[in-house]
């Protein structure tokens, strides 16, 4: 029997080849595979029982870093007799596009760390020891197909011995790209900047394991260190050394926004923080991501109050490169792993850069000679009633690649969808393929808009992809979406081919995205900011979403945002807006509110007029901000220091209230005043039935209730249970309008449902009513999912043209 076997998916990079050859010559199967711009060709020669299963073994069992999405088999016509199984080059025709899918960079093996630390191994203490089952793919491929001469080894000539390893199918770095030894492969450099740490430096030449000694004394020693990683640099201390965390928050002025740390293993990321098994197994899975656990109630390790101030999570993770397994050896104690970056913009890969725009941070500089083509930051992930959530789309998961089934093909269109001005990412589909980038970050610099362009540039380059379609979102001013019509403009494109669609629907869309789902439902899409149909900013949208549009069912109703934006950057603007609704401004100014009386009489009064006379205002109805307004009326902020920082203040007294009726074994339900968010027909709304919940009078009565006399309880605790009873309204209320479509699966997305606290509510309810829901996977919750959606709506307006 003769067959040809086509396949599709991430099985180029990823050990495929060998792994077919060996299938093959264990069932005595003759033929050959490739490599080409589709993904893997496989000729097969032998019994007909034996192609079966080898197509079993390979569907049920294929190597641990392949994903298959499409299995062809025909049969062939070839006269061709082979009398053996062999490998051969990969094989691209001049025009032929790529269309497979790059792989993510992956976590070291235990085989190569069983090497490493091999005294009798040629990669004892080698900090870039890989193999076809781990190390870096896409932060260093520069073309497609993925092989040596398209990534960033090219210039690194193999030695005789990993020459060897690289062209042996039964070796485990059979065709392993960045396959390198102490001989041949990429060095560590380390420069120290600060000179009173010049007395650590030694004589004479170091070798790897030496430098790797030296930064872990520099770092044990309080120095700030800029490490390089896979896919650019980490800013690196004690993450027990509170002067040097401190110093650290003060030279990049980053006065609270968490840090991450990273652990020498599981064992020592178990005496910080408390998780289930599904939280120990996402920290330690291949891709190690940066995961959000709970802290633990004591502090064994001694790690620095100044990590995440004020919160009760800490991001953790564990070492994902031989460099970080060897550098935490000799450290001993969990690190500070944070992005080497300005506030706002991407993660710098370039030592120059860091010298230039860090270097009044960093005291030494650990360099390595392997370029990083394609920067990639950390992922950010938590686990959300045993289901992931990802916060931030990036190194381990990223590019994600979803294939369509055959009715929503792209066909000959290339579809590209720009995303939103915040956490961007950009989305790329053509033929059967929707790709999202890795993270892009804020859109404010120029040096982030630079790298909007650089990733738009490295997969245009890498698919040959010219866009003849556009899709972005609606805001005039996002600096996507003027790309976009900079680039209509050029390419002459009609106004049918560059359309923009509204934001919170865009994010309902990203989950109907990756389950490939068409049908309607019924949408929560919740965040801090998004322009709205009618102009204003919209972010607390339940609505009813098909592939066509859009129907609102449920609002918050709109308050003021004094002084426009910034009211978003001091939230005590938001909070008097809602407060003047229902309290004189005398009321309002014998409020116990620290914020309020620290500004002052008179700009009290002066922000009044300005709400009076609605002068150098915008409109809003967004649940983000009516956290900030309530985070400063309990008194856990006066100013936004980070954003999402009032949501994780609340979530963490939520957390506490939670956690002490547990202890005490009381009802969970039990309010400590009666909230009246009433509701009634938008006034503006077409439809009578669109419900508005009241914001200000919501806001009013929580803020009130903390602060009013009951000496049975604390004001910490009255707080603690106010933050828990405004999220658990807000859970009831979605759920009130959900029980009229109890036939539409849900979706909940938004930054908003980040926290983890109201999703879970959210969830619990959704459970007991028996509804589906369908869950964001792999997809960012936030801005960094808008892009799918965007390129979900372009693949189903276009594909119905075609159809």
């Not at 003759?30 to 060709?41: A, D, E, M, R």
């Not at 720009?418 to 059967?432: C, L, P, S, W, Y």
């Not at 339900?669 to 009666?674: F, L, S």
């Amino acid at each position: 029997m003769q067959m040809t076997v086509f396949v599709k998916g991430i099985v180029q990079g990823v050990g495929f080849r060998p792994f077919v050859y060996r299938l093959a010559t264990e069932l005595n199967l003759f033929g050959t595979v490739l490599n080409n711009h589709l993904g893997v060709t496989i000729e097969l020669q032998g019994p007909s029982a034996a192609i079966d299963s080898f197509i079993n073994t390979l569907q049920s069992s294929p190597p641990p870093l392949a994903r298959i999405d499409f299995i062809e088999q025909t049969t062939s016509c070839t006269d061709v007799r082979f009398n053996s199984f062999s490998i051969i080059d990969s094989h691209v025709l001049p025009g032929e596009h790529a269309n497979v899918a790059i792989s993510a960079d992956k976590s070291v093996c235990q085989d190569c760390l069983d090497e490493i630390n091999d005294p009798n191994n040629r990669h004892y203490h080698y900090p870039f020891t890989n193999c076809t089952n781990c190390g870096p793919r896409y932060t260093i491929i520069n073309a497609l197909p993925y092989d040596r001469c398209n990534t960033a080894m090219a210039a690194f000539n193999m030695c005789p011995e990993c020459a060897v390893s690289y062209t042996d199918p039964l070796n485990r770095r059979y065709h392993a790209q960045p396959v390198s030894c102490p001989q041949c492969g990429p060095q560590l450099q380390l420069s120290i900047l600060t000179p009173s740490f010049n007395a650590l430096a030694q004589n004479g030449q170091l070798n790897q394991s030496d430098l790797l000694t030296q930064t872990a004394q520099l770092i044990k020693q309080g120095a700030i260190v800029a490490i390089k990683g896979l896919g650019g640099f980490h800013l690196v201390c004690d993450a027990t050394n509170d002067d040097a965390v401190a110093l650290l928050r003060q030279r990049k002025q980053r006065p609270a926004k968490p840090l991450a740390i990273m652990v020498k293993d599981l064992n020592q990321a178990k005496l910080c923080v408390t998780a289930d098994q599904t939280e120990w197994d996402l920290l330690s899975s291949a891709e190690k991501p940066i995961t959000l656990l709970t802290k633990l109630p004591v502090n064994p390790l001694g790690l620095s109050e100044h990590l995440a101030p004020g919160i009760d999570r800490l991001g953790v993770f564990l070492p994902y490169t031989p460099l970080h397994h060897l550098l935490m050896q000799r450290v001993g104690v969990p690190i500070v792993a944070t992005s080497a970056n300005r506030s706002g913009e991407p993660i710098i890969g370039d030592s120059a850069e860091i010298k230039r725009h860090l270097g009044h941070v960093v005291d030494a500089i650990l360099n390595h000679n392997r370029a990083i083509i394609n920067a990639c930051d950390d992922s950010v992930v938590q686990v959300v009633d045993h289901q992931l959530q990802v916060i931030r789309l990036a190194r381990g998961y990223a590019p994600l690649t979803i294939n369509l089934d055959a009715q929503h093909s792209f066909g000959s269109s290339h579809v590209l969808a720009v995303g939103a001005q915040q956490k961007n990412a950009v989305a790329f589909g053509f033929d059967q393929n929707m790709i999202l980038s890795p993270h892009i970050g804020d859109l404010f610099s120029l040096e982030a808009q630079q790298y909007f362009h650089q990733s738009l540039a490295t997969f245009t380059r890498l698919y040959d992809f010219n866009a003849s379609h556009v899709v972005h979102d609606n805001h005039p001013q996002y600096a996507p979406s003027q790309w976009a019509k900079a680039y209509q403009h050029q390419h002459a494109l009609p106004s049918h081919q560059c359309v923009g669609i509204q934001h919170h629907y865009a994010h309902v869309l990203s989950v109907m995205a990756v389950h490939q789902h068409t049908e309607p439902v019924f949408g929560v899409s919740f965040d801090g900011t998004g322009l709205g149909d009618d102009g204003t900013l919209w972010g607390s949208e339940v609505m009813l979403a098909n592939m066509n549009g859009f129907t609102t069912l449920a609002h918050f109703s709109e308050f003021t945002l004094i002084g426009g934006e910034q009211a978003i950057k001091q939230p005590v603007r938001i909070l008097l807006a809602l407060l003047f609704e229902h309290l004189s401004l005398e009321q309002v100014l014998n409020l116990p509110i620290n914020a309020i009386q620290h500004l002052g009489a008179q700009t009290v009064a002066n922000l009044h007029r300005l709400w009076v006379n609605n002068s150098h205002c915008i409109r809003c109805r967004s649940v983000g901000r009516l956290f900030d307004a309530l985070a400063v009326g309990l008194n856990l902020i006066e100013h936004t220091q980070y954003e999402g920082q009032a949501g994780m203040m609340i979530e963490t007294a939520a957390n506490q209230y939670l956690q002490q009726r547990t202890d005490q074994g009381s009802q969970l339900n039990c309010a400590i005043y009666e909230i009246n968010l009433s509701q009634h027909p938008a006034p503006k709304a077409q439809d009578s039935k669109v419900i508005e919940w009241h914001s200000s009078q919501f806001i009013t009565q929580l803020v009130l209730a903390a602060h009013q006399q009951d000496f049975a309880l604390t004001t910490a605790r009255l707080t603690q249970q106010v933050c828990w009873q405004f999220m658990a309204e807000i859970a009831d209320k979605i759920d009130c309008v959900a029980q009229d479509y109890r036939n539409y699966p849900q979706v909940f997305c938004g930054g908003v449902f980040q926290n983890k606290t109201l999703l879970s509510q959210c969830l619990t309810k959704s459970k007991l009513a028996n509804h589906q829901v369908l869950a964001s996977q792999h997809v960012p919750i936030n801005d960094g999912g808008i892009a799918l959606g965007q390129l979900w709506y372009g693949a189903n307006l276009w594909a119905q043209k075609k159809h």
